[in-house]
């Protein structure tokens, strides 16, 4: 099942690094990672998605998390109220005529074109991973050319 | 006043009260030899291989219980530290490595002798440090001795560019530490420690399994307050030895693969396993599915990590474990009624003793009797790793923490010896002797160079049997007798001795052993003793890999 799990930690080189390579050594995959500062800006925050195999092994990454000396909070969202989003950019193919079927379709998501070139379209969209699935589906149907995802966020 | 960086990185090991460090100069760490030349601070012992530094900064740790420190250059002087890092991260020694990097503005540029030493390191260190701005250094130094010797301690490693060795500052010590994001919980939670206290008075099979964290913690004394308040019977891991007297009347030695048949069995029949700073490593537990099926397990670890981490724990209890027997005791005015217990564990030490059957030549468990008889069980044993590392923790009676010093979680040929040097820096007013096989002891023989040039008086007992001994054990029994690659040639070890400068001793009479042994420690100097052993002798009892521990094959029933 995936895990979603935030890591406070310092804002330090070398730290990714270390939060990485817990999950690396047991032959884990991040599926998602997206890290940045916080308020505090000797504070940086990580959401890391990951696909666990076995459930005692994360356990473990979870308490190895815990020991590394950069690490100041570990929270697994998986099993906790909370809101997640992510970013998408996704290049389509667009030809003019479309226009009315793609606006019919952003109008159900939190989402925009934000270029428009000869046959191509941009678009920004946030969502959960519903939503951005769903969203996906119905670009799909357009041709995507290239798709970009920031990784999840997650809060409380 | 203004220092440079070696200036200061040496008056903070002086301030962090280092009395000996092991190293080897290189390029990239001349300006800190340069400010040791004449440095009385602390005594420097150089090694003849970065490997032997760092094992023996590892040996210094485990007797004295402080940091042991080693030093050595950037590149190959900081990879050949590795194995003896990842050797202490294993077996939670507290340690610094410091090693010399390239210039701060080379870094990354594939320089001369350069390794991302702090990346090889990430996984087998507790914490490591580049340093970037000589005005971090003193504090970087002050929390990797905070680091290495508190919670779980471990290796700490700084990388020094040179660049920042001779950048100059002024130098602040600072008055303390803080970490935020690193707080090691001491006291257990008292809601636990009572209902542990609940579980263990209505136990009515329960056994005291220890490990390394005992002798950790200091807590030898706590545990034998509750061990005998508990009546119950006692095991150790191969780390725990000397942390209950050998002797005493409730222990049953040590548990797991080559453990008494007698522990297996009473942890195998137990119904509370009471674990205090062990970790129920796959040589103690066997198959895990097949391990002590009727046990509940009350688990005390200073490390959340190591808590049903193998087996699962119905009680755990995270502390600093000489906190939490204090605690425990507070609780615990007597022990359950488990006399029937009691007797049966007694009638299985009958069932199954341990012994050996005596043979025409020289035994090797024979030998280490002779060590305990001549040294009155009051010598540190170090050893290295094989059968003899096996029958020096089975054959000899440790009264002691601290008298012990075996590699337990990396197995490393090659520690025992320059470990023992490091044994007796630390506790010079004892005996030390290294156990060692024929093969382990050329992996670091070098260092009776560092014995003669130091006078560090070591005594070396080599249980000569042409083999790589354990492995030919296991072929022997899992491969069909199939030798491959086990018969091993040595040097003639007495010349070789000699030519260093040390004494060497042949014995191949077991007429022999105990005036040998005598003539040995009677000698101030280094001696190497070769001692001819039955050349196919198995460490049993043994419990094949994979296997209940229940299963046992080999010794005397």
Redesign the interface.
């Given at each position: 099942m995936k895990h979603t799990i935030s890591v406070l930690v310092?804002n330090k080189?070398?730290v990714l690094?270390?939060v990485a390579?817990l999950f690396s050594?047991r032959g884990y995959n991040i599926a998602s990672l997206a890290v940045s500062e916080t308020l505090d800006p000797k504070v940086s925050y990580m959401t890391i998605v990951v696909e666990a195999k076995d459930e005692k092994i994360l356990?473990?990454i979870n308490?190895?998390l815990?020991?590394?000396?950069?690490?100041?909070t570990v929270t697994d969202f998986t099993k906790k109220d909370h809101f997640d989003r992510e970013l998408v950019l996704v290049k389509i193919n667009y030809l003019a005529k479309n226009k009315t079927k793609l606006q019919s379709i952003l109008k159900k998501f939190v989402g925009k074109v934000i270029d428009f070139k000869k046959d191509t379209a941009i678009i920004e969209a946030v969502g959960d991973e519903a939503q951005v699935k769903a969203l996906l589906g119905e670009l799909s149907k357009f041709g995507v050319r290239e798709l970009l995802r920031s990784g999840k966020l997650a809060i409380q | 006043m203004k220092m440079t960086g070696s200036q200061i990185l040496l008056e903070c090991l002086k301030l962090e009260g280092v009395e000996v460090v092991f190293g080897y100069p290189g390029g990239q760490i001349l300006p800190t030899f340069d400010a040791l030349y004449g440095y009385k601070g602390f005594k420097f012992i150089l090694t003849r291989h970065e490997q032997g530094a760092a094992h023996a900064a590892d040996g210094y740790a485990r007797v004295t219980g402080k940091v042991g420190v080693c030093l050595a250059t950037s590149g190959p002087g900081a990879t050949n530290l590795v194995t003896g890092i990842a050797n202490a991260y294993m077996d939670s020694i507290p340690m610094v490595a410091i090693t010399g990097q390239v210039p701060t503005a080379l870094i990354g540029n594939d320089a001369f002798q350069e390794a991302d030493i702090?990346?090889i390191t990430?996984?087998i260190t507790?914490?490591n440090y580049?340093v970037k701005d000589i005005k971090d250094l003193a504090q970087i130094v002050r929390e990797a001795f905070y680091?290495a010797s508190t919670g779980r301690p471990g290796p700490v490693l700084i990388d020094l560019p040179k660049d920042i060795q001779v950048a100059e500052t002024e130098f602040i010590w600072p008055a303390e530490v803080k970490?935020?994001?690193?707080n090691p919980n001491l006291f257990g939670h008292p809601g636990q420690i009572k209902r542990a206290a609940k579980l263990i008075m209505k136990a009515k099979k329960p056994i005291l399994y220890i490990g390394g964290g005992v002798i950790t913690s200091g807590a030898t004394k706590e545990l034998l307050v509750l061990a005998q308040r508990l009546k119950c019977p006692v095991t150790w891991t191969l780390m725990g030895i000397g942390g209950f007297p050998a002797a005493h009347k409730q222990s049953l030695g040590m548990l797991g693969m080559h453990g008494t048949a007698y522990a297996n069995h009473s942890i195998m029949e137990s119904d509370l396993i009471i674990a205090l700073g062990a970790r129920f490593d796959d040589r103690v537990t066997g198959r895990l599915d097949l391990f002590a099926p009727e046990a509940q397990v009350i688990h005390v670890d200073i490390?959340?990590?190591s808590i049903?981490?193998n087996v699962h724990v119905d009680l755990p209890i995270v502390g600093d474990l000489k906190q939490v027997l204090g605690q425990l005791l507070q609780e615990l005015k007597c022990g359950p009624m488990i006399e029937d217990w009691l007797k049966h564990v007694e009638d299985l030490k009958k069932k199954y003793p341990m012994g050996f059957k005596d043979k025409d030549k020289i035994l090797p468990q024979y030998v280490i009797q002779q060590i305990d008889a001549v040294t009155k069980g009051e010598a540190i044993i170090c050893t290295e790793v094989g059968q003899h590392q096996m029958w020096a923790a089975q054959w000899f009676n440790y009264s002691s923490p601290r008298s012990f010093i075996s590699s337990g979680g990396l197995g490393t040929m090659g520690f025992g010896f320059p470990a023992a040097i490091g044994a007796k820096l630390g506790k010079p007013e004892k005996i030390v002797f290294d156990v060692a096989g024929d093969g382990s002891i050329q992996m670091n023989i070098q260092e009776l160079g560092t014995c003669v040039a130091n006078k560090i008086n070591v005594k070396v007992a080599i249980l000569n049997n042409g083999y790589l001994g354990m492995v030919r054990q296991w072929q022997e029994l899992f491969y069909g007798s199939r030798y491959s690659h086990t018969p091993i040639s040595s040097p003639d070890f007495v010349k070789l001795a000699e030519s260093y400068g040390a004494v060497g001793i042949l014995v191949t009479k077991k007429s022999e052993v105990k005036p040998a042994l005598e003539r040995a420690i009677a000698t101030d100097n280094t001696v190497l003793i070769d001692f001819r052993v039955e050349e196919e002798e198995n460490v049993f009892p043994m419990v094949p890999a994979g296997e209940a521990i229940n299963n046992i094959i080999g010794g005397l029933a």
């Amino acid at each position: 099942m995936k895990h979603t799990i935030s890591v406070l930690v310092e804002n330090k080189f070398g730290v990714l690094a270390r939060v990485a390579g817990l999950f690396s050594a047991r032959g884990y995959n991040i599926a998602s990672l997206a890290v940045s500062e916080t308020l505090d800006p000797k504070v940086s925050y990580m959401t890391i998605v990951v696909e666990a195999k076995d459930e005692k092994i994360l356990e473990q990454i979870n308490k190895q998390l815990n020991k590394l000396i950069d690490v100041i909070t570990v929270t697994d969202f998986t099993k906790k109220d909370h809101f997640d989003r992510e970013l998408v950019l996704v290049k389509i193919n667009y030809l003019a005529k479309n226009k009315t079927k793609l606006q019919s379709i952003l109008k159900k998501f939190v989402g925009k074109v934000i270029d428009f070139k000869k046959d191509t379209a941009i678009i920004e969209a946030v969502g959960d991973e519903a939503q951005v699935k769903a969203l996906l589906g119905e670009l799909s149907k357009f041709g995507v050319r290239e798709l970009l995802r920031s990784g999840k966020l997650a809060i409380q | 006043m203004k220092m440079t960086g070696s200036q200061i990185l040496l008056e903070c090991l002086k301030l962090e009260g280092v009395e000996v460090v092991f190293g080897y100069p290189g390029g990239q760490i001349l300006p800190t030899f340069d400010a040791l030349y004449g440095y009385k601070g602390f005594k420097f012992i150089l090694t003849r291989h970065e490997q032997g530094a760092a094992h023996a900064a590892d040996g210094y740790a485990r007797v004295t219980g402080k940091v042991g420190v080693c030093l050595a250059t950037s590149g190959p002087g900081a990879t050949n530290l590795v194995t003896g890092i990842a050797n202490a991260y294993m077996d939670s020694i507290p340690m610094v490595a410091i090693t010399g990097q390239v210039p701060t503005a080379l870094i990354g540029n594939d320089a001369f002798q350069e390794a991302d030493i702090t990346g090889i390191t990430r996984p087998i260190t507790k914490h490591n440090y580049l340093v970037k701005d000589i005005k971090d250094l003193a504090q970087i130094v002050r929390e990797a001795f905070y680091i290495a010797s508190t919670g779980r301690p471990g290796p700490v490693l700084i990388d020094l560019p040179k660049d920042i060795q001779v950048a100059e500052t002024e130098f602040i010590w600072p008055a303390e530490v803080k970490l935020r994001s690193y707080n090691p919980n001491l006291f257990g939670h008292p809601g636990q420690i009572k209902r542990a206290a609940k579980l263990i008075m209505k136990a009515k099979k329960p056994i005291l399994y220890i490990g390394g964290g005992v002798i950790t913690s200091g807590a030898t004394k706590e545990l034998l307050v509750l061990a005998q308040r508990l009546k119950c019977p006692v095991t150790w891991t191969l780390m725990g030895i000397g942390g209950f007297p050998a002797a005493h009347k409730q222990s049953l030695g040590m548990l797991g693969m080559h453990g008494t048949a007698y522990a297996n069995h009473s942890i195998m029949e137990s119904d509370l396993i009471i674990a205090l700073g062990a970790r129920f490593d796959d040589r103690v537990t066997g198959r895990l599915d097949l391990f002590a099926p009727e046990a509940q397990v009350i688990h005390v670890d200073i490390d959340p990590s190591s808590i049903s981490k193998n087996v699962h724990v119905d009680l755990p209890i995270v502390g600093d474990l000489k906190q939490v027997l204090g605690q425990l005791l507070q609780e615990l005015k007597c022990g359950p009624m488990i006399e029937d217990w009691l007797k049966h564990v007694e009638d299985l030490k009958k069932k199954y003793p341990m012994g050996f059957k005596d043979k025409d030549k020289i035994l090797p468990q024979y030998v280490i009797q002779q060590i305990d008889a001549v040294t009155k069980g009051e010598a540190i044993i170090c050893t290295e790793v094989g059968q003899h590392q096996m029958w020096a923790a089975q054959w000899f009676n440790y009264s002691s923490p601290r008298s012990f010093i075996s590699s337990g979680g990396l197995g490393t040929m090659g520690f025992g010896f320059p470990a023992a040097i490091g044994a007796k820096l630390g506790k010079p007013e004892k005996i030390v002797f290294d156990v060692a096989g024929d093969g382990s002891i050329q992996m670091n023989i070098q260092e009776l160079g560092t014995c003669v040039a130091n006078k560090i008086n070591v005594k070396v007992a080599i249980l000569n049997n042409g083999y790589l001994g354990m492995v030919r054990q296991w072929q022997e029994l899992f491969y069909g007798s199939r030798y491959s690659h086990t018969p091993i040639s040595s040097p003639d070890f007495v010349k070789l001795a000699e030519s260093y400068g040390a004494v060497g001793i042949l014995v191949t009479k077991k007429s022999e052993v105990k005036p040998a042994l005598e003539r040995a420690i009677a000698t101030d100097n280094t001696v190497l003793i070769d001692f001819r052993v039955e050349e196919e002798e198995n460490v049993f009892p043994m419990v094949p890999a994979g296997e209940a521990i229940n299963n046992i094959i080999g010794g005397l029933a």
